[in-house]
């Protein structure tokens, strides 16, 4: 066997593939792993990007209501009409002192709003600004205008703002029923508080303001993310203490984890792109980490390496892809350059062992011994000429051959008739003779000589018409015969009365079906429709008789699947048209397009249906 494998082209052919796989086999490693590292890179400064944009984004509306915040803090207008509005102070530039308490009341609120308006601006960054006192009386401004009493023991944020005296204190989000009167949206809204004490002139604190903003606006980058997220990234934000602020209503367990990062001043030198195990999954993940000293907000972005890395996977497939193909067309063409090199000593070898005996002396041998240079590629198309010719000559005996033999087999088939019926029909004739039966007799003949007349001719195709009027004239040969214990019925669409098909194809069906009539008692009923469905002919003969046992059936099936099977065209008998004899004949003129059906009726005798192409 390895001989096989010690010629000059096998040797060519292994070295060159040998180099192309090692080069190609580099250069692929090679290219994947500068591929993989520079995706890598840009896939996490892009996870790296948007965690610093959503930070920045927090920081900006923080920020915002930060700065509504100290606008109030460091306005002594503020200080001044909040004290009047909260000590119910009445009106000094009135010196009849006779000004109604309540007026001034009014007064000073109306005052109050319009300071307060100021200091939040004319874009208005916030949604609503409080200001509360110590006796339980708290102003609003913006979407909640007005003054109302409240309760301290029932505020969670009351006890930590009065306790923090270095600067602002910011709340995580909650369900805000008052803000919620104001938007359309039929969700719950949430809100976001920073609060900070109100000191007066003497540095002494006198309330606490407190600026809202909904929930949705500060964190609205992280929600567009979320909703067009390529990566089906997960975004976390908590505070120093541990706490979620961002997603809403978040299970801490899930994200136990991640919250276990650095935080506060550590976690401000850790801002980075880093690589992580779920201990909960198993599974690698990429987090982009951002700290912000302003809020004391940690932003982490959580991707799945697989699904982050998917576009460099794909890469890499179509790369090997591409690789592989031009390695395999390389190696085509070293096998094409290492038979090049051999190809005139094999067509050579060829060319004579394909050579016959009386070709030499011949002017052909003449052509073949020509010295060119390329002599081996002459021999070899005129070798595939002269294979070709004598190729075509044998396939075109062959197909002659075998038109012959199907064309034999066809004039067998149709050729056959049962005598019996010939024996049976001047049987009659000489009985009606007996009995001076003379217009029965004239029409007998009549019939009987067309029957044969039809029968005789060398056609092997028929108008459908001719082949219904033959049958009709069998029939009333019979009818003659059998009198008024035969009856029958002939319909058939006048459409394909012109249509050709073999003949002797329907006559044999009523033989047959008058064949097992005649085994019951009369009345004999035999129908024949014709109809066009499904783009085919239809033949149908019907009977009253017996029907088919299940034997006989299972005798005629075994036969067709063997046809079908093997397509070997029976030995044919000559003892009568069979139905097998009429499939054959149908399976020769349609091929796969006939129709062949045979069925017992429901309550008694056989149905038979043929049919072919239009």
């Known amino acids: 066997m390895w001989n096989k494998f010690r010629n000059i082209q096998s040797v060519l052919f292994f070295t060159y593939s040998l180099i192309i796989v ?11 792993m500068w591929a993989s590292d520079l995706l890598r890179q840009n896939a996490a400064d892009t996870l790296q990007s948007m965690g610093q944009s959503m930070q920045e984004h927090n920081d900006s509306e923080i920020q915002k209501m930060n700065d509504v915040s100290l606008n109030v803090l460091y306005s002594n207008l503020v200080k001044t009409h909040f004290q009047k509005f909260i000590s119910g102070e009445e009106d000094e530039t009135d010196p009849t002192g006779l000004t109604n308490p309540v007026m001034n009341s009014v007064e000073n609120a109306k005052q109050l709003a319009e300071i307060l308006t100021a200091a939040i601006g004319p874009s208005r960054p916030v949604e609503q600004l409080y200001l509360y006192d110590f006796k339980n009386k708290v ?29 602002k204190t910011i709340t995580l989000p909650v369900p805000d029923e008052e803000m919620s009167r104001f938007i359309s949206s039929s969700e719950k809204q949430y809100s976001i508080s920073l609060f900070r004490l109100f000191y007066d002139s003497y540095n002494e604190p006198m309330g606490i303001v407190e600026v809202k903003q909904y929930f949705n606006r500060i964190f609205a980058s992280m929600i567009e993310f979320s909703k067009q997220n390529p990566y089906q990234a997960k975004v976390l934000v908590y505070n120093d203490a541990g706490q979620i602020v961002y997603p809403l209503q978040a299970d801490t367990s899930v994200y136990s984890a991640y919250m276990k990062l650095p935080t506060g001043k550590a976690a401000q030198a850790e801002n980075d792109y880093l690589p992580f195990v779920n201990p909960d999954t198993g ?21 799945s390496e697989k699904k982050l890395l998917a576009p460099l996977f794909v890469f890499t497939k179509r790369t090997v892809l591409v690789a592989f193909i031009i390695m395999l067309f390389a190696i085509l063409l070293s096998f094409a350059a290492a038979k090049r090199i051999t190809f005139p000593i094999l067509k050579i070898h060829r060319t004579i062992r394909s050579m016959r005996l009386e070709d030499l002396g011949t002017g052909r ?13 002459d021999h070899l198309h005129f070798s595939f000429q002269q294979m070709s010719s004598r190729l075509k000559q044998s396939m075109d005996e062959l197909l002659l051959s075998q038109s ?3 064309q034999a087999k066809l004039v067998a088939l149709q050729s056959q008739m049962n005598p019996h019926f010939l024996y049976n029909t001047l049987a009659t004739i000489h009985a009606m003779a007996e009995e001076n039966m003379n217009e029965q007799i004239i029409s007998m003949t009549e019939n009987m000589s067309h029957f044969l007349r039809y029968f005789s001719s060398d056609e092997s195709l028929v108008d459908l018409g001719e082949e219904v009027l033959h049958t009709e004239k069998y029939l009333e040969i019979n009818q003659i015969r059998y009198g008024k214990k035969l009856e029958y019925s002939i319909d058939i669409e006048e459409s394909i009365l012109k249509l050709r098909i073999p003949k002797l194809i329907i006559q044999p069906l009523v033989e047959n ?28 003969v019907s009977d009253n008789g017996p029907g088919f046992t299940e034997d006989s059936l299972n005798s005629l099936n075994g036969r067709i699947r063997e046809i079908n099977e093997t397509h070997v065209i029976p030995v044919l008998q000559l003892d009568g048209m069979g139905l097998l004899n009429i499939y054959i004949r149908m399976k020769l003129t349609y091929g796969g397009d006939m129709l062949f059906r045979i069925d017992n009726r429901p309550r008694a005798g056989a149905t038979i249906i043929i049919g072919g192409t239009l």
């Open 404 to 406: 012959q033999e199907m």
């Open 139 to 167: 102003y609003g401004n913006g979407f909640d205008n007005g003054e109302r009493t409240y309760d301290s023991s029932k505020k969670p944020w009351y006890e930590q703002v009065i306790n923090n005296t270095e600067g």
């Open 365 to 377: 041998v003449a052509a073949l011994e020509l010295n060119s240079g390329l002599t081996e590629l």
């Open 22 to 32: 090692i080069v190609f086999t580099v250069l692929v490693i090679w290219f994947y």
């Open 513 to 540: 079906s008058l064949k097992f009539c005649t085994t019951n008692e009369p009345p004999w009923m035999i129908q024949v429709k014709g109809i066009i469905q499904d783009n085919r002919w239809q033949i149908e």
């Open 283 to 303: 599974g690698k993940e990429l987090l982009s980490y951002h700290h912000s000293s302003f809020t004391g907000w940690n932003t982490v972005i959580i991707v």
